[in-house]
């Protein structure tokens, strides 16, 4: 799949939901998916309606995230790290991971960071820019250490004025 239609896409984790409630056996990609669906219950009511979302149309004014966009740029995560592409994500990931401590949260830094390059790509058409995705992923690693020290000097008791604002 790598120039699919949205309805493709869409299908993709329909089918994927589908067999895993019905016990059938995954392929490939499949399991990678699922496991991002299992991640995110708020989608679950979506992915047991396929005729229902199917054709669904998510813009900016509904106010909500469009749950298969959001899905799909999980896998390529998954996917980036599996294979280090761009070389050096999964160093920067790690990184961010080690400051978080919750792998999911880590995931959504590189999804916003991700996401922003595709955005970029688009509006200027041309390809994602790898160096520009890392640099992104490094900002987001700086202000989590950044917090996680002012958290530490603060440590519960008497906080300053820059410990614990932003």
Known sequence: MFDPSREQVRNFFFDAWRKYREGQPLEGLETVALEVMLLHSEYHHVLD????FLGRDYTPEDGQANPFLHMSLHVAIEEQLAIDQPPGIRAEFDRILADRG????????ALECLGEVVWQA??????????????CLRRAWARTAQRSSRASRCNGTTCSVLCCFE
Do not use: F, I, K, S
Not at 126 to 132: I, K, N, T, V
């Open 122 to 135: 688009q509006r200027t058409r041309a390809a994602p820019d790898g160096a520009a995705y890392l640099e």
């Open 102 to 109: 919750d792998r999911h949260d880590a995931l959504h830094v």
């Open 49 to 52: 309606d396929p005729d229902r």
